[in-house]
C-alpha cells in the first residue's frame, strides 16, 4: 500500500502524518517543550539502590530520577549477581533511556546501549548479529547476515541488528551505516570520559529526522513539508545519511495548511474521542488507563443482515480493522484488551483473530497477541516507549479529576448540609452561614431543595444566605462563617 509522509512544522511543535489509502494511518507529535528522551545517553549518578526490588534509582538530571532494574544491566547478564554487588550509592553510570516518563513512572534505563542506523541498529557491548523478526524468509535472514558479516571490519567488538528497510539495501549502503555508527559511538564515548553526572551524552534525531530514518519506504511515494527552512535541513540530512530518499522530499507551499488539505485536523479530533463509528453502523468504545486500555465492540445501529451471528461477525471482522488502525494513530500501548461481541461459532473467533493479526503486520511496533480467553476477550501488549497521543495532547479534566463524570447538583447540596451541621457544632457562635457553590447548585436549594435548607437553618437556629460563584465547579463550594 503506497503512502504519503505529511510534515507540518511550526516553531515549537512538530506534526507527523502518515496517509495511507485517503486515510491517516499514524500520528506522532513532539513538542520543543517536551521532546521524548527514549534513544539518549546520560552520564548518570547512582542515587539510591534497592535490594529489595533488585533495582536502582538513577539521577540523569530530569525532574524524577529515573529507574534502572538488574535485568536492564548489560554487564550482568552471565555472571546474575544481585545489584547491591554491583552499583554503589554516587557512583557515574553510563545509561540509555529505553521507556519516556510515563504517568507518575519515571524514566527506565538500560546499560545495553543500541544506536540505531536507517539500515541497522548498533550494539557496542554484543557481539552478536541479529536480523529484524519482521523480515520472516530463512533464506533472506540468512544472506544478509553473511552480507553483514563480510562488511563489519574486523576490529568491531559489538554487534549489528539488521532492519527491516536493509532488505533491498546495497552494500554500499550498509557500508555507511556501518561507518557512521561506529563514528557516532566514538564520539559518545570520547564525551564520557570527562562527563560530569548527571550530563546529557547524546540525544536522539528530530522527530523529523526519525521519520526519514524510520518510517520512509519503498511504499512511500513522497514527504511533504510544509516549512522551507526544515524542508531544507531534511534534504541536507538526506543527502548525508540516505540519499536515496532526497528525491521524494518535496516542500508544501500551498495557501492551505497541509493538515487541513488531507483532512488530518479532523482525525486528530477523532483520536481524542472515546467513540470511533464503523461504517456498518457498529462502534468501538476506547477507555485508557494507567493499568490498561481496554476496547469495547459494540453492533450500534447495524442490521445488515437477517442472521443475528453473521452480524455480529461482519462487525467483529470490521472492527478488527479498525482497532489495528487505532493502535497506531492513538499510539496506545502496555497492556490491552479487546472485548468483541461474542460469537458462538468457533470458526469465526479464528478468522477474526486472523483479520486482526493481519492488520496488525502493518505496525512498525513490536506487538503480542493471545487468543480469546474463557470469558471472550482478547488480550494484547504493544510496546510503549512514549507517551500516547491523548496523554500528549490533553491532561486531566479539572472538574472531574480524570473521573469522566461529577457528582450531580444534588449530591453536592446533601454533602453543603452535612458540612453545615458540622460547622455549627464546631463554631457556635457564628451568627450566619453562607453558602459559596455553582449556579446548577444554588438553584437546587432554590427549588427543589429549599424545605431541606429551611429545615436545617430552623434546626441549628441561625440564618443561612446563599451565594453563585461562577468561576466554582460544580463539585466545589465553600462555607463562610458571618
Same mark, same amino acid.
Given at each position: 500500500m503506497s503512502e504519503e509522509v505529511l510534515i507540518n512544522v511550526t516553531p515549537r511543535e512538530t506534526r507527523v502524518a502518515v496517509v495511507a489509502a485517503g486515510v491517516v494511518q499514524e500520528l506522532l507529535i513532539e513538542r520543543a517543550?517536551?521532546?521524548?528522551?527514549?534513544?539518549?545517553? /546520560?552520564?548518570?549518578?547512582?542515587?539510591?539502590?534497592? +535490594?529489595?526490588?533488585?533495582? $536502582?534509582?538513577?539521577?540523569?538530571?530530569?525532574?524524577?530520577?529515573?529507574?534502572?532494574?538488574?535485568?536492564?544491566?548489560?554487564?550482568?547478564?552471565?555472571?546474575?549477581? +544481585?545489584?547491591?554487588?554491583?552499583?554503589?550509592?554516587?557512583?557515574?553510570?553510563?545509561?540509555?533511556?529505553?521507556?519516556?516518563?510515563?504517568?507518575?513512572?519515571? $524514566?527506565?534505563?538500560?546499560t545495553q546501549v543500541s544506536l540505531a542506523g536507517r539500515l541497522l541498529v548498533y550494539l557496542p557491548h554484543d557481539p552478536h548479529i541479529g536480523i529484524s523478526q519482521k523480515i520472516e524468509d530463512e533464506n533472506g535472514r540468512a544472506q544478509l547476515r553473511d552480507r553483514l558479516k563480510e562488511l563489519v571490519p574486523a576490529d568491531e567488538k559489538g554487534g549489528f541488528i539488521v532492519r527491516t528497510l536493509a532488505e533491498a539495501a546495497a552494500e554500499e549502503e550498509l557500508a555507511a551505516d556501518i561507518a557512521y555508527l561506529r563514528q557516532l559511538w566514538a564520539t559518545i564515548r570520547s564525551r564520557s570520559l570527562g562527563a560530569r553526572p548527571p550530563e546529557l551524552l547524546y540525544q536522539d534525531l528530530s522527530l523529523a529526522q526519525r521519520v526519514l530514518r524510520d518510517m520512509v519506504s519503498a511504499a512511500t511515494q513522497r514527504v511533504l513539508v510544509d516549512s522551507r527552512e526544515n524542508h531544507q535541513k531534511l534534504v541536507a540530512f538526506a543527502q548525508r545519511y540516505m540519499p536515496q530518499l532526497a528525491a521524494r522530499l518535496e516542500h508544501y507551499a500551498g495557501e492551505r495548511p497541509l493538515f487541513d488539505? /488531507?483532512?488530518?485536523?479532523?482525525?486528530?479530533?477523532? $483520536?481524542?474521542?472515546?467513540?470511533?463509528?464503523?461504517?456498518?453502523?457498529? /462502534?468501538?468504545?476506547?477507555?485508557? %488507563?494507567? $493499568?490498561? %486500555? %481496554?476496547?469495547?465492540?459494540? %453492533?450500534g445501529g447495524y442490521v445488515g443482515s437477517r442472521n443475528f451471528d453473521d452480524t455480529i461477525f461482519k462487525t467483529n471482522l470490521e472492527a478488527s480493522q479498525a482497532i489495528a488502525r487505532q493502535l497506531r494513530l492513538r499510539n496506545l500501548g502496555g497492556i490491552i484488551v479487546l472485548d468483541f461481541i461474542d460469537m458462538q461459532s468457533e470458526s469465526h473467533r479464528a478468522a477474526v483473530l486472523e483479520e486482526f493479526k493481519r492488520a496488525l503486520a502493518r505496525d512498525r511496533t513490536r506487538v503480542t497477541v493471545n487468543g480469546f480467553t474463557a470469558l471472550g476477550l482478547v488480550e494484547m501488549t504493544r510496546k510503549r516507549t512514549r507517551e500516547s497521543l491523548a496523554h500528549v495532547l490533553c491532561e486531566p479534566c479539572p472538574t472531574c479529576g480524570a473521573r469522566g463524570e461529577v457528582k450531580t447538583a444534588f449530591t453536592v447540596c446533601y454533602e453543603i448540609l452535612r458540612e453545615i451541621l458540622r460547622e455549627a457544632r464546631a463554631f457556635n457562635e457564628a451568627r450566619e452561614f453562607r453558602i459559596l457553590a455553582s449556579q446548577s447548585v444554588i438553584d437546587r436549594f432554590l427549588e427543589e431543595e429549599a424545605p431541606s435548607l429551611e429545615m436545617l437553618s430552623q434546626f441549628i437556629g441561625k440564618r443561612v444566605t446563599m451565594q453563585v460563584e461562577s468561576s466554582y465547579t460544580q463539585e466545589q463550594f465553600d462555607i463562610v462563617l458571618m
Open positions: 517543550s517536551g521532546r521524548g528522551l527514549v534513544g539518549n545517553l /546520560y552520564m548518570g549518578r547512582v542515587a539510591r539502590v534497592l +535490594p529489595g526490588m533488585q533495582s $536502582a534509582f538513577i539521577d540523569i538530571g530530569l525532574e524524577r530520577a529515573a529507574f534502572l532494574h538488574v535485568a536492564d544491566i548489560w554487564e550482568n547478564r552471565e555472571p546474575g549477581k +544481585p545489584i547491591e554487588k554491583i552499583l554503589a550509592e554516587g557512583s557515574p553510570l553510563l545509561v540509555q533511556v529505553v521507556k519516556d516518563p510515563l504517568g507518575s513512572k519515571g $524514566a527506565r534505563l538500560s488539505l /488531507y483532512s488530518v485536523e479532523d482525525e486528530i479530533e477523532k $483520536a481524542l474521542s472515546r467513540r470511533v463509528d464503523l461504517k456498518s453502523g457498529g /462502534y468501538l468504545i476506547i477507555d485508557q %488507563t494507567e $493499568a490498561m %486500555t %481496554t476496547i469495547d465492540v459494540n %453492533t
